[in-house]
């Protein structure tokens, strides 16, 4: 069985502070497919990024930054210099391969507040 | 291209009437899902389909129904409400492909309210 685990249910930051969103996933696939998704309060869902379990390359795009740990079945997202802008529920999600990309598994998602 | 539309956005059953929430895409998308959104569960899915004539059940499929006639729609039926089916509900799609995993693209969501 496959889970996803976002421990933290609420941050809140100031402005311009870092913060890191973090994403502990439990699979037996040796390949799987792990997914960032934010849901801004207008409720959308926007997807960030994807990563595959033999990449382990640490992605930056702009000020969000990601950090896939196989050895500890974790893949965290930073975003550095917080804006207001940012104030959503993050998701990460698990797939198990490239032929099952429709059945995306869930964590319970982090509500990240920044304060101006 | 719309993308996935989802109609309605608000809708008020009370406990036992039936009704469908219709998904459709133009991106000619093989997969579609649907997901529910609850307070504190992140997204779970529901029902998904790999093609038009083939559908399956996802983690909680009870007191739902789904159909796959066309690429295009991926109409959600509720049987019989119960309040325990008001939630938020996703439909998603995305390509299809042995070589590459490409995104979910989601609708906008529909707000199902059972009373």
């Known amino acids: 069985a496959q889970k996803v685990t976002q421990a933290q249910t609420e941050i809140s930051v100031v402005e311009k502070e870092d913060v890191t969103l973090d994403c502990v996933y439990e699979t037996r696939d040796t390949t799987y497919y792990l997914f960032w998704y934010k849901q801004p309060p207008s409720g959308e869902l926007v997807f960030l990024i994807r990563?595959?379990?033999?990449?382990?390359q640490n992605e930056i795009s702009g000020r969000y930054s990601w950090n896939f740990q196989k050895s500890t079945s974790s893949f965290n997202f930073t975003i550095t210099a917080s804006q207001v802008v940012d104030s959503a529920v993050y998701f990460c999600a698990l797939s198990r391969d490239r032929g099952s990309n429709y059945k995306l598994t869930f964590g319970k998602g982090t509500l990240l507040t920044v304060n101006p | 291209n719309a993308g996935v539309t989802q109609t309605p956005k608000f809708q008020v059953l009370k406990t036992g009437q039936s009704m469908t929430l219709q998904c459709a895409q133009d991106m000619n998308h093989e997969y579609m899902s649907w997901y529910r959104q609850d307070p504190g569960m992140g997204l779970r899915l529901i029902h998904y389909?790999?093609?038009?004539?083939?559908?399956d059940q996802g983690e909680v499929p009870n007191g739902y129904n789904v159909s796959r006639s066309t690429t295009e729609d991926f109409p959600l039926r509720l049987l019989s409400a119960a309040p325990s089916q008001t939630s938020v509900y996703f439909c998603a799609s995305s390509y299809s492909s042995q070589d590459y995993l490409y995104e979910q693209y989601f609708g906008p969501g529909t707000r199902l309210t059972v009373t």
């Open positions: 389909s790999v093609g038009a004539g083939i559908t």
């Open positions: 990563r595959n379990s033999f990449d382990e």
